[in-house]
């Protein structure tokens, strides 16, 4: 059976970046894909209050990056708060990616708000606080991109801390088997980084935080070991789910 994931869509590419990255499902459909699995995708626009019928519409559960705070506390965050909980309830599976990640934990009574060490950008590298089977060559750590000025401030009482960085504390969690969400974006490669850093440099991103993180990104080493945590999310996804 071709495992069908719904991508419940909080935000969008920028529009001068959109015509060549696609949008941040395009995003996950092709990193998948580049993955080598053949799963089917639907998108549902919550941040334009489009949602499904159900939670048990689809097999799997995507939640992208947003622009936008869950500090905002909107009408549509709130309404997908519920779904979240009742997605939850199911068993089907959610993973969670930055904006995500956050309003994930939120749903489940965590503290989510500004960070007062400032905004995490560029390259960010990720200590495992366990074994992923998937991520066992990277040596118990791994590194993505990451582009955020909220963090998930306090554990919520139902996840386990997968990963962590001194700079982010709680950048994975697991909600026992249901639930894998990551601060960072494993959707963003290192070209389509360094345009979003660039275009967003001095507003709303301060330089002193866009320039160290394009220097490192401009090196002819820099990469991230997205395709290994794609690998990690599906496998997540796929285990035995309701159907």
Same mark, same amino acid.
């Given at each position: 059976? @071709?495992?069908?994931?719904?991508?419940?869509?909080?935000?969008? @590419?920028?529009?001068?970046?959109?015509?060549?990255?696609? $949008?941040?499902?395009?995003?996950?459909?092709?990193?998948?894909?580049? &993955?080598?699995? !053949?799963?089917?995708?639907? @998108?549902?626009?919550?941040?334009? !209050?489009? %949602?499904?019928?159900?939670? *048990?519409?689809?097999?799997?559960?995507?939640?992208?990056?947003?622009? %936008?705070?869950?500090?905002?506390?909107?009408?549509?965050?709130?309404?997908?708060? =519920?779904?979240?909980?009742?997605?939850? *309830?199911?068993?089907?599976?959610?993973?969670?990616?930055?904006?995500?990640?956050?309003?994930?934990? =939120?749903?489940?009574?965590? *503290?989510? !708000?500004?960070?007062?060490?400032?905004?995490?950008?560029?390259?960010?590298?990720?200590?495992?606080?366990?074994?992923?089977?998937?991520?066992?060559?990277?040596?118990?750590? %791994?590194?993505?991109?990451?582009?955020?000025?909220?963090?998930?401030?306090?554990?919520?009482?139902?996840? =386990?801390?997968?990963?962590?960085?001194?700079?982010?504390? %709680?950048? &994975?969690?697991?909600?026992?088997?249901?639930?894998?969400?990551?601060?960072?974006?494993?959707?963003?490669?290192?070209?389509? =980084?360094?345009?979003?850093?660039?275009?967003?440099?001095?507003?709303?991103?301060?330089? @002193?935080?866009? *320039? $160290?993180?394009?220097?490192?990104?401009?090196?002819?080493? &820099?990469?991230?070991? $997205?395709?290994?945590?794609?690998?990690?999310?599906?496998?997540?996804?796929?285990?035995?789910?309701?159907?």
């Amino acid at each position: 059976m @071709t495992l069908k994931i719904g991508i419940l869509a909080t935000g969008t @590419t920028p529009d001068n970046l959109i015509e060549t990255y696609g $949008s941040y499902a395009d995003m996950f459909v092709n990193l998948f894909g580049q &993955a080598g699995y !053949d799963f089917t995708f639907t @998108t549902f626009d919550v941040r334009d !209050d489009v %949602f499904p019928e159900s939670a *048990d519409a689809c097999d799997a559960w995507i939640i992208t990056g947003s622009k %936008f705070s869950v500090c905002d506390k909107t009408p549509w965050m709130a309404r997908l708060k =519920e779904l979240i909980l009742e997605i939850y *309830d199911t068993g089907r599976p959610i993973v969670g990616i930055c904006f995500g990640h956050q309003i994930v934990a =939120e749903a489940f009574g965590a *503290d989510v !708000d500004r960070y007062p060490q400032g905004w995490g950008v560029g390259l960010h590298t990720y200590q495992l606080e366990k074994s992923v089977t998937e991520l066992s060559a990277l040596d118990g750590r %791994f590194t993505l991109n990451a582009v955020h000025q909220d963090q998930v401030l306090s554990k919520p009482k139902q996840a =386990e801390v997968i990963a962590s960085s001194s700079f982010c504390p %709680f950048a &994975a969690l697991q909600y026992d088997d249901r639930i894998l969400t990551l601060q960072a974006h494993p959707e963003f490669n290192v070209a389509f =980084e360094t345009r979003l850093l660039q275009s967003r440099r001095d507003a709303p991103i301060p330089s @002193t935080a866009t *320039d $160290s993180a394009l220097v490192e990104l401009n090196e002819a080493s &820099a990469q991230t070991d $997205s395709l290994q945590v794609a690998h990690w999310m599906a496998e997540f996804l796929l285990q035995d789910r309701p159907r």
